[in-house]
C-alpha cells in the first residue's frame, strides 16, 4: 500500500485497458493463460465502483474473475454481516483486511498517536476475525525527522509484540507491508526483522510495485520466499533500483518497469499459491476485465500487456 498509487488516474487506466483491444464481451482470458491451480486472484474493495450496492460491488467482482475481495476495516457489525451475505452469496471470499496504520504510525514518538495506531491495528484484527479474513495488512513504521531508524525498529517491534497474543487467538495474521516508508529497505533486512518475532502469525505482505524504486521484486520474493503471506499486484515506470525509480509513476499491470515473466517465475520457485490482489485504481467492468485478464496472463506465465506480444 501506497498512497503515491492515487497519481494514477481512472481515465488513464481505462484508456490503457482500451488499448489492448479489450470490451466487455472479450475480455476473459484465452484457455491456455488460464492458470488451473496456483495464487487466487483479488481485487481491491476500493477498485470496485463505489457507485454500485455492496450486493453489485461483490457480484462485478465475481463476474470479472476475482476469487477474493480485500476490503477497509469497521466497527459496523450490520456492515460487516451484509458484505459477508453478499460476497457468500456471489462466491467471493474476503481474505483480508488493509488497515495500513500509516497516519499516524506505530512508531510516532507521540504516545498519543502510537496509541491511536495500536488501538486501530487491534479493531482491525477483530474486524478481520469476524469477516472470516485469515489476515491485516500493518504498516510497521515509518523513519522520519523526528523518528530515528533505531526507534522506529524498538517502537514498532514493541507494540507488534503486544498484538500478537490476540492474533494467535483469533487466529488472524499480521501482515506486514514494505511502503514507502523510510523503514525496512531490503530484502535481507525485511527477513530479519520478520524473523526476530519468532511467530508464525508475522508474516509479509508483499506489495510488488512498491520495492521498484530502491530493488527487483523478484529477488524479494527469493529472499523473503515462505515469509510471504499475501501479494499486492500494481506496476511502477522507473528504476528498478535507485538513480531511476525516484522519479517515475505508476502504471498499469505490464506497463512498467517490472519484469513479470520472471517475478511469475520466483513466485513458483517459491510455491505461493494464495491471494495476489490487485491495488489499482476503480473502473468500470471493461476496465475491471482488463486487469483481471492481465493477471491471468501474468500467472500463466506471458508479458501481462499488450495481449498481442
Known amino acids: 500500500m501506497c498512497d503515491a498509487r492515487r497519481s494514477i488516474t481512472r481515465r488513464e487506466l481505462i484508456a490503457s485497458a482500451a488499448a489492448t483491444g479489450l470490451v466487455a464481451g472479450q475480455a476473459t482470458a484465452p484457455a491456455d493463460a488460464r492458470p488451473h491451480t496456483g495464487p487466487k486472484k483479488s481485487v481491491m474493495w476500493t477498485m470496485l465502483p463505489s457507485s454500485l450496492t455492496v450486493e453489485e460491488r461483490m457480484g462485478l467482482a465475481a463476474r470479472t474473475?476475482?476469487?477474493g475481495v480485500e476490503v477497509p476495516p469497521t466497527n459496523d457489525v450490520s456492515e460487516i454481516e451484509r458484505m459477508k451475505a453478499a460476497a457468500a452469496t456471489a462466491g467471493v471470499h474476503i481474505h483480508s483486511v488493509i488497515y495500513g496504520g500509516w497516519s499516524p504510525p506505530l512508531t510516532s514518538p507521540d504516545i498519543t498517536q502510537a496509541r491511536q495506531c495500536f488501538q486501530g491495528a487491534v479493531e482491525a484484527l477483530h474486524c478481520a476475525h469476524a469477516y472470516g479474513a485469515e489476515d491485516i495488512l500493518l504498516v510497521p513504521g515509518v523513519v522520519d525527522s523526528v523518528t530515528t531508524y533505531s526507534d522506529a525498529w524498538k517502537r514498532s517491534h514493541s507494540a507488534i509484540r503486544k498484538l500478537l497474543p490476540l492474533a494467535e487467538h483469533l487466529k488472524v495474521f499480521i501482515c506486514l507491508e514494505e511502503v514507502w516508508n523510510n523503514f525496512l529497505l531490503s530484502p535481507l533486512e525485511f527477513s530479519a526483522y520478520l524473523d526476530s518475532f519468532h511467530s508464525s502469525w508475522i508474516r509479509s505482505y508483499f506489495d510488488v510495485g512498491n520495492v521498484v524504486i530502491f530493488g527487483w521484486p523478484q529477488d524479494w520474493v527469493r529472499t523473503l520466499a515462505h515469509r510471504i503471506k499475501k501479494v499486492h499486484l500494481k506496476d511502477y515506470h522507473g528504476g528498478p533500483g535507485l538513480f531511476g525509480g525516484a522519479d517515475g509513476h505508476w502504471a498499469n499491470i505490464g506497463e512498467g518497469s517490472i519484469d513479470w515473466q520472471e517475478l511469475r517465475?520466483?513466485?513458483?520457485?517459491i510455491g505461493f499459491n494464495d491471494y495476489m490482489n490487485l491495488e489499482l485504481a476503480a473502473?468500470?467492468?471493461?476496465?475491471?476485465?482488463?486487469?483481471?485478464h492481465r493477471v491471468d496472463r501474468f500467472l500463466a506465465g506471458q508479458k501481462p500487456w499488450p495481449a498481442s506480444t
Open 265 to 269: 517465475k520466483a513466485f513458483a520457485e
Open 65 to 67: 474473475g476475482f476469487a
Open 283 to 292: 473502473g468500470d467492468e471493461a476496465y475491471l476485465r482488463d486487469v483481471s
